[in-house]
């Protein structure tokens, strides 16, 4: 799963984190016992979108783990039985049982044993909105499978449903063993009407057109896989064919959508190669299909072989062709297809084993698609996302928690997969990937905790690895290192000073001194003490000192450095990505600017890495005369040249605080530009120097692109709300949701801001609403200790929005503005207490 959460904190830059309770008041989260396993679950289900329920009958085969059982407890909530009984050769045997809406303990006939196998027949009625649960910050739903405008309320809103089981909302829709370390086959018929698609695990092997209108589809998955994995899409979709070697691999994208699915999805099949070559196991499903749906609790899930998406994922053309920002998720659900589908955890504590390594390959398939830099970048925000959240006291492997989707956090996701690269970097690649293909094959289509992971780590390099894994696996925390740096005759001496209070780290660590651009790297120990001293030989003492000069060690690093420092760091440190983006950043932050600092910054604008090259145009003050004349040709270059459509953006925008009516021709030509970064930042120039002509032509222009412009916008918002234009704009409901910062950062933006905000507070919008809650909590971890004067007024914003979500419901009391004001409750309790 990509937790939408996380994926915020990677595309805004906003770090957030969640409340943790000390181990000593959570509770003990062992792994499931397993009495019975599951062997193959047989379903027919039938859907009732009228009414909102499923219509299902499930015959489960079964048999004892090890030792001899005469009952079978199932997981099923809320649902109403009807019938249970023992399948046999000669009919079914009605079987007692007992049911208390959330397990069906069932009395068998006979006492079984591991060598013997039965099955369950059971008739039953599934009632999703009977599921009252709120989730947790990853996904914030527990219904198990979901109706959108399955009453047909907002005619822009096409009808769906689909499910989503992870962790443990499967059993709201079929009766199960509903745990990650149970695995099973699968067969499932779907009754839908017939004008609807449908998606599910494996391949359809039948299609049948019924009396009554509808159609049933029959899907087969004859590989193992966990409960939580199950999936049911179905709506009215236009499917896009692609292939792997033979394979279906097919996209699931809204009718408006279709022409641009390959444009999103495209790169899969190459995708695929690409993992099953790095991961030395061949991709080992039938068939490789991705959905797009609506209102989808959270980023993306991994359902094997059928893997659904947020609507996010459909993007225009336009767009795309500046950055497609959910490349990192498909990858990520891609990447899951191993670690997590084929070997997956055998309990929540040990969800690092799926997450860690999907969110370690957004960061493979960058290095590998895009170049190092690119990846690192990547790296960078996680591991910010990671310590700027309340996560020090967390273990990777974490069996104290209250529920397991506490475990869905910046420290399995963002941590676990910068580790994963610690590892590879302290082992080698050859013995790192090595050791990963013999993980895979020696616990195919089963489950893993973290120390099977560790030995054949072992077995491969030959090296001891409990440390390792103690250390950041089964402990918790990270190096906060204090440098001080000691000239001595003839020699430097560079103090550490671990400043956490427990636990201390050992680690290696690479040093790098540099002597006028040129570097010298040192490799030192860090051992488990509060100080470490290392000395090195030198002529003369070195311009700049780089700690964890590689970025391998999960540390904060408190250290002295000045302008001149930095700006050598920039020009000197070529080779890393994070020494480079650092140096700028702090450049960026300085009152003055020397002579040196400045030469850094100009020659950013010629960085290899388009994101430098983006940040160094950020931090330019063109209203510098000094600047302005080094940097102007430049600019004008990467406004009109660069290879990257963000890039001439950025300068675009720089172009325009100059404020020049001499740059109108540069402009007038970025606005015929396929980009929509590109047109809109020429429309927002255009608003200032030819105001009717720039109203003119952005009505020709897509509303992306007009979003990009609060002027414009304050036009256009208006318009839209009259017209019921907005049911696509999702940029306005990121708008609506994050209102209440706009006003705060930027004033005069506030009037269209809460025109936005009104909207999504009076519409049936689950998405925004969710997104809005979502950030509320999200900023609330993140101002509360650097700015808590804004608390307060993040308080009051998120009470309105409440106000105005009960009163939107207390004129049309539908059950998704119900969901949506119980999702807001939440976000108000979460960040009043």
Request: proline share 4%; aromatic share 12%.
């Amino acid at each position: 799963m990509k937790n939408i959460i996380l994926l915020f904190v990677l595309l805004s830059g906003v770090c957030w984190g969640q409340n943790f309770k000390p181990y000593k008041n959570s509770t003990y989260q062992p792994e499931a016992e397993k009495i019975n396993k599951l062997v193959h679950t047989d379903l027919n289900v039938q859907l009732d979108f009228k009414k909102e329920l499923l219509y299902g009958t499930a015959e489960i085969t079964l048999q004892p783990h090890f030792y001899p059982t005469d009952s079978l407890s199932l997981d099923a909530q809320k649902m109403i039985i009807h019938e249970v009984a023992l399948v046999n050769p000669i009919g079914k045997k009605k079987l007692n049982y007992s049911y208390n809406e959330r397990k069906l303990n069932i009395q068998l006939d006979q006492k079984y044993n591991r060598n013997q196998t039965y099955k369950i027949f059971i008739k039953y009625t599934a009632q999703p909105n009977e599921i009252k649960g709120e989730g947790n910050q990853a996904i914030s739903g527990e219904k198990g499978l979901y109706f959108i405008n399955s009453k047909k309320q907002d005619p822009s809103k096409p009808i769906q449903a689909w499910t989503q089981g992870e962790p443990k909302s499967s059993s709201v829709w079929f009766p199960t063993i509903d745990e990650p370390n149970q695995k099973t086959t699968q067969k499932i018929a779907i009754t839908v009407p017939d004008e609807f698609v449908t998606l599910s695990n494996g391949t359809m092997t039948d299609t049948k057109k019924n009396d009554n209108g509808t159609r049933t589809d029959t899907w087969i998955q004859k590989q193992k896989h966990a409960p939580y994995l199950f999936f049911m899409g179905v709506g009215d979709f236009a499917v896009i064919k692609d292939q792997w070697k033979g394979k279906p691999v097919n996209y699931y994208v809204e009718l408006p959508y279709a022409d641009v699915a390959k444009d999103i999805f495209g790169q899969t099949p190459v995708m695929i190669s690409f993992f099953s070559e790095k991961f030395g196991y061949e991709f080992p499903w039938d068939k490789y299909s991705q959905m797009a749906v609506r209102d989808f609790i959270s980023g993306a899930m991994e359902n094997t072989t059928a893997v659904s998406h947020m609507e996010v994922v459909q993007q225009k053309r336009g767009a795309l062709i500046d950055e497609n920002i959910w490349e990192d998720v498909i990858v990520h659900e891609l990447a899951h297809h191993w670690f997590g589908d084929l070997v997956t955890t055998e309990s929540w504590a040990n969800l690092t084993l799926n997450e860690s390594f999907a969110n370690y390959s957004e960061y493979l398939w960058r290095e590998h698609a895009y170049g190092k830099d690119y990846a690192d970048a990547h790296r960078w925000k996680d591991l910010s996302a990671y310590l700027l959240g309340d996560n020090f006291n967390k273990d990777l492997v974490r069996f104290h928690h209250e529920n397991s989707g506490d475990m869905f956090d910046a420290v399995s996701y963002n941590k676990g997969g910068y580790i994963l690269h610690m590892l590879r970097s302290f082992l080698g690649d050859e013995a790192f990937f090595e050791g990963l293909k013999n993980y895979l094959k020696n616990n195919e289509f089963s489950t893993a905790e973290a120390h099977m992971l560790r030995i054949e780590l072992e077995k491969v390099s030959g090296k001891d690895l409990n440390w390792f894994f103690n250390q950041w696996f089964f402990g918790h925390g990270h190096p906060k290192l204090k440098v001080i740096t000691e000239n001595l005759d003839n020699q430097i001496k560079i103090n550490l000073r671990q400043t956490q209070n427990s636990p201390l780290f050992a680690f290696p660590l690479a040093i790098d001194l540099f002597f006028n651009g040129e570097k010298e790297r040192h490799y030192v120990w860090v051992k488990n003490q509060e100080l470490n001293s290392f000395t090195f030989d030198v002529q003369r003492q070195p311009d700049l000192v780089i700690v964890n000069a590689d970025y391998d060690i999960v540390a904060e690093i408190e250290e002295e450095k000045n302008m001149q420092q930095y700006a050598h760091q920039y020009l000197w440190a070529k080779d890393e990505y994070t020494s480079r983006f650092l140096a700028l950043e702090q450049l960026g932050q300085a009152k003055n600017i020397d002579s040196l600092a400045l030469k850094a910054i100009i020659a950013a604008l010629d960085d290899p890495y388009f994101g430098l090259r983006m940040k160094a145009i950020e931090i330019l003050d063109v209203s510098n005369e000094e600047t302005k004349i080094k940097a102007l040709e430049k600019l004008k270059y990467l406004a009109q040249y660069d290879d990257k459509t963000l890039v001439k953006a950025a300068a675009l925008r720089a172009l325009n605080q100059i404020n020049d009516p001499v740059f109108i021709d540069i402009f007038n030509h970025s606005l015929k530009s396929p980009s929509y970064a590109v047109q809109s930042a020429a429309l927002n120039y255009l608003m200032s120097h030819d105001r009717e002509n720039a109203i003119q032509k952005a009505r020709g222009l897509d509303n992306e692109v007009i979003v990009g412009s609060a002027e414009l916008l304050e036009i256009f918002l208006p318009e839209w709300i009259e017209k019921k234009e907005l049911s696509h704009q999702r940029s306005i409901a990121e708008l609506a949701a994050i209102y209440q910062l706009i006003p705060y950062q930027k004033p005069k933006f506030s009037n269209v801001a809460q025109k936005a905000f009104d909207w999504i507070m009076t519409t049936d919008s689950h998405t925004a609403t969710f997104r809005a809650a979502e950030i509320y909590k999200q900023y609330y971890q993140y101002l509360k200790n650097s700015q808590p004067e804004v608390i307060p007024f993040l308080q009051n914003m998120a009470k309105e929005a409440l106000r105005k979500k009960k009163s939107t419901f207390a004129k049309n009391p539908t059950e998704s503005l119900k969901k949506q004001v119980e999702i807001l409750e939440n976000a108000v309790n979460t960040i009043s207490n």
